[in-house]
């Protein structure tokens, strides 16, 4: 990232990863001479790590330095959405728009923002896209666009051909082979799992609690329910615990592993108790909670090594119907990640082995509280008062609140609903592909 090779702003990046808001504060009382840019870099890093007050901070500093900036004006935008200032955002990225239409992540963004007028708007995106030059990373965004306007119309034949256009040019940007993912995800069961407890062990400091599943199935709706107990810590989606033993890998073998299989083959052979202190080093800036979340979703796959390497933790996975589930995540533009998504036939094939994986694991590994969506949803209360005894915390009612980094960030705030779980039905002609897939 361009900021943390500057070096008048290293300090600020150094800052950021500091456990406590101190280190923050006191760049902020004396900053640098920045342009408008430079201030827009240092709130996306403060932003990326987690500080939204100063990320605002940040942003509206830019904003003073160049106020017709379009670009500024949606990046506030995305953080106030983040923040769940969601009538703000809808406001800043009006404005932003209104300058600059063509801008592709600000139209979805605002197109997953309420709006009394998706025709005039749907309208507006087909005229750019199909009229006007523009480039493919903003192409891909309108179409995704599109395709929510379409949906809260009502029009799902439209709405599944805007998804079909935005997923196929935005898969012809990766190099993917889901038959790498199957693999790993075969080479998984067929391992050898590591002696693991079968209580968690107390600990006196911050304990981690993971939430994992596949995207879509609720993780950040439950991380912020949760999040509002005054003992809980939501962190987001941490890369520590892969971060840990990537480098756990290359101490004890000298090189990252190669491929999938020779991971796999390795892993379990790891010294996990220092996976595990690695973890708590990186996670410290939560030390002073009692619980902290960390909900990277696809922690899922190291659920026996996170047992083993912390046995304070806990685990919740979450599952949902795998219709509906596919559905949700074929609908999301996503960045660098889940290149498995974009295609029908590889979601299914990937969906499937994920599937596989968890059923093998479902019965050898009691710990984990293993959740289902559509339960959930239909009685949360229940759920989160279970949860609460299950972690010995105080029950309290709970609700949606807090920063958001991840792609639920505007959905979280809608509330808990059960009309979604069988919105797939809407576009089952259209979603054959995957559909003919499950359980196969």
């Known amino acids: 990232m361009k900021i943390q090779s500057s070096p008048d702003l290293q300090s600020l990046a150094a800052a950021a990863s500091q456990p406590d808001r101190q280190a923050l504060s006191q760049w902020f009382s004396h900053p640098p001479s920045l342009s408008a840019q430079a201030w827009a870099d240092v709130s996306q890093l403060c932003h990326l790590h987690q500080w939204p007050e100063f990320a605002l901070a940040a942003s509206e500093r830019a904003l003073a330095l160049a106020p017709d900036a379009p670009g500024l004006m949606s990046n506030h935008g995305f953080i106030l959405r983040h923040c769940g200032q969601l009538d703000e955002a809808?406001?800043?990225?009006?404005?932003?728009?209104?300058?600059?239409?063509?801008?592709?992540?600000?139209?979805?963004?605002?197109?997953?923002?309420?709006?009394?007028?998706?025709?005039?708007?749907?309208?507006?995106?087909?005229?750019?896209?199909?009229?006007?030059?523009?480039?493919?990373?903003?192409?891909?965004?309108?179409?995704?666009?599109?395709?929510?306007?379409?949906?809260?119309?009502?029009?799902?034949?439209?709405?599944?051909?805007?998804?079909?256009?935005?997923?196929?040019?935005?898969?012809?940007?990766?190099?993917?082979?889901?038959?790498?993912?199957?693999?790993?995800?075969?080479?998984?069961?067929?391992?050898?799992?590591?002696?693991?407890?079968?209580?968690?062990?107390?600990?006196?400091?911050?304990?981690?609690?993971?939430?994992?599943?596949?995207?879509?199935?609720?993780?950040?709706?439950?991380?912020?329910?949760?999040?509002?107990?005054?003992?809980?810590?939501?962190?987001?989606?941490?890369p520590h615990?892969?971060?840990?033993?990537?480098?756990?890998?290359?101490?004890?073998?000298?090189?990252?592993?190669?491929?999938?299989?020779?991971?796999?083959?390795?892993?379990?052979?790891?010294?996990?108790?220092?996976?595990?202190?690695?973890?708590?080093?990186?996670?410290?800036?939560?030390?002073?909670?009692?619980?902290?979340?960390?909900?990277?979703?696809?922690?899922?796959?190291?659920?026996?090594l996170i047992l083993a390497a912390l046995p304070q933790a806990k685990v919740i996975h979450l599952d949902r119907d795998p219709r509906a589930m596919g559905f949700a995540l074929y609908r999301q533009l996503f960045g660098r990640v889940y290149p498995f998504s974009y295609r029908q036939d590889e979601l299914g094939r990937y969906v499937n082995a994920y599937r596989q994986l968890m059923a093998h694991w479902q019965p050898k590994l009691p710990q984990v509280q293993w959740l289902q969506y559509e339960s959930a949803v239909r009685d949360w209360p229940a759920l989160t008062r279970t949860l609460f005894d299950w972690l010995e915390l105080t029950p309290v009612s709970t609700r949606a609140q807090g920063f958001s980094a991840t792609a639920s960030a505007s959905q979280i705030r809608d509330g808990v609903h059960c009309h979604r779980i069988e919105r797939w039905r809407q576009v089952e002609p259209h979603f054959q592909p995957y559909l003919a897939l499950l359980g196969k």
Request: net charge negative.
């Open 241 to 304: 615990f892969n971060r840990a033993l990537i480098q756990q890998f290359q101490s004890q073998f000298g090189k990252p592993p190669a491929t999938p299989a020779e991971f796999v083959g390795k892993v379990f052979s790891l010294d996990l108790t220092a996976v595990g202190q690695r973890y708590l080093e990186a996670s410290r800036r939560w030390s002073g909670a009692r619980w902290f979340i960390d909900k990277l979703p696809i922690n899922s796959l190291n659920l026996p």
């Open 90 to 238: 809808a406001r800043w990225l009006d404005k932003s728009l209104a300058l600059n239409p063509a801008q592709g992540e600000a139209q979805l963004v605002r197109a997953e923002l309420a709006s009394d007028t998706p025709d005039t708007r749907l309208n507006a995106l087909t005229e750019i896209i199909t009229r006007q030059s523009v480039p493919e990373e903003d192409t891909v965004a309108l179409c995704y666009a599109a395709a929510r306007y379409a949906e809260q119309l009502g029009h799902w034949d439209d709405m599944m051909q805007w998804l079909d256009r935005g997923a196929a040019r935005k898969r012809a940007g990766f190099q993917y082979q889901v038959t790498r993912d199957e693999t790993l995800l075969r080479c998984l069961a067929e391992a050898e799992l590591p002696a693991l407890p079968v209580d968690p062990a107390q600990a006196e400091t911050a304990r981690p609690l993971f939430i994992v599943g596949l995207p879509r199935t609720g993780t950040s709706l439950l991380e912020s329910h949760l999040a509002s107990h005054p003992n809980i810590v939501g962190a987001g989606e941490l």
